[in-house]
């Protein structure tokens, strides 16, 4: 158990009216900000997904987030999905909304729900009856895992592989130059889909410093993407941006930016 779930309820479906308001303020200015991030960088208005990272929020804040609009969302611990998913599932249930691996059994709109952050393996089967995409995949252990379980249970799982752009040695991910090879092996696996690659950026205040490693995540995707290789043609995500640099991001080719702190206000756990 997570320290602060001790002390906030994160199955709570109750959210007051200025909450709310405050919530969809904030989903209003992201996507603001990524649409002039778009045209500032020439590209097709409506090409970057807001995924709202929405570690230490309970059911209310995320359905105020959701009423606002956004359509992804993502948890960065499988201790908050299982907190959270019954909830959230009927709640969206009751908005004509289908969330994440829901969206297979019904034509309804869809709201994305991914994991964003590390996932150990006792705890696959936790979120797999409910995440769609796992963004936080960084070898081979975990990939095969995730397959042979979401094959057991019938029902296949995207995933992202996510790269160490930056090197820090704090963030996970895998190395830049066993990227490639990595993400061959891991598209060819039965029971799991390769969608794209996550990123971090770089923990600096050097725009070009950031803007490369992004860039080079790009460079991987394409290489990776028009490779030929069995089960690559569906790798065309980049996972890129957060609330500090997603005008770089986007700049440099992101698909999906994935914000919490510009939506939700600064969180009061860690």
Same mark, same amino acid.
């Given at each position: 158990?997570? @320290?602060?779930?001790?002390?906030?309820?994160?199955?709570?479906?109750?959210?007051?009216?200025?909450? !709310?308001?405050?919530?969809?303020?904030?989903?209003?200015?992201?996507?603001?900000?990524? *649409?002039? +991030?778009?045209?500032?960088?020439?590209?097709? %208005?409506?090409?970057?997904?807001?995924? !709202?990272?929405?570690?230490?929020?309970?059911?209310?804040?995320?359905? @105020? @987030?959701?009423?606002?609009?956004?359509?992804?969302?993502?948890?960065?611990?499988?201790?908050?999905?299982?907190?959270?998913?019954?909830? =959230?599932?009927?709640?969206?249930?009751?908005?004509?909304?289908?969330?994440?691996?829901?969206?297979?059994?019904?034509?309804?709109?869809?709201?994305?729900?991914?994991?964003?952050?590390?996932?150990?393996?006792?705890?696959?089967?936790?979120?797999?009856?409910?995440?769609?995409?796992?963004?936080?995949?960084? $070898?081979?252990?975990?990939?095969?895992?995730?397959?042979?379980?979401?094959?057991?249970?019938?029902?296949?799982? $995207?995933?992202? =592989? %996510?790269?160490?752009?930056?090197?820090?040695? !704090?963030? /996970?991910?895998? +190395?830049?130059?066993?990227?490639?090879?990595? +993400? #061959?092996?891991?598209? *060819?696996?039965?029971?799991?889909?390769?969608?794209?690659?996550?990123?971090?950026?770089?923990?600096?205040?050097?725009?070009?410093?950031?803007?490369?490693?992004?860039?080079?995540?790009?460079?991987?995707?394409?290489?990776?993407?028009? /490779?030929?290789?069995?089960?690559?043609?569906?790798?065309?995500?980049?996972?890129?941006?957060?609330?500090?640099?997603?005008? #770089?991001?986007?700049?440099?080719?992101?698909?999906?930016?994935?914000?919490?702190? !510009?939506?939700?206000?600064?969180?009061?756990?860690?």
């Amino acid at each position: 158990m997570v @320290a602060y779930m001790d002390h906030k309820d994160l199955g709570n479906r109750q959210v007051s009216q200025e909450r !709310a308001g405050q919530i969809a303020d904030g989903v209003k200015r992201v996507v603001e900000r990524i *649409a002039k +991030a778009e045209d500032s960088a020439g590209r097709k %208005e409506g090409s970057v997904t807001l995924l !709202a990272a929405t570690k230490t929020r309970d059911v209310g804040e995320i359905m @105020a @987030a959701i009423d606002a609009g956004v359509r992804r969302i993502g948890e960065n611990r499988p201790q908050e999905v299982t907190a959270k998913a019954q909830g =959230l599932l009927e709640l969206c249930r009751d908005r004509g909304l289908a969330l994440g691996t829901d969206a297979a059994d019904n034509d309804s709109p869809s709201v994305g729900f991914h994991l964003i952050g590390q996932l150990q393996s006792n705890k696959i089967n936790k979120i797999l009856p409910y995440v769609d995409t796992v963004e936080s995949v960084d $070898g081979t252990s975990l990939a095969r895992k995730l397959a042979t379980r979401a094959l057991a249970a019938g029902r296949p799982v $995207g995933i992202l =592989l %996510e790269v160490n752009e930056s090197g820090e040695q !704090a963030k /996970s991910g895998c +190395a830049p130059d066993q990227a490639r090879d990595l +993400a #061959y092996e891991l598209a *060819a696996m039965e029971g799991i889909q390769l969608k794209g690659l996550m990123t971090v950026g770089a923990h600096v205040d050097d725009e070009a410093v950031i803007r490369t490693g992004f860039a080079h995540l790009r460079g991987l995707r394409d290489q990776i993407r028009d /490779s030929g290789e069995t089960g690559t043609d569906t790798c065309t995500m980049l996972s890129m941006g957060m609330t500090g640099d997603m005008e #770089y991001a986007v700049a440099e080719g992101s698909t999906e930016v994935r914000v919490g702190t !510009a939506i939700f206000g600064p969180r009061a756990f860690i």
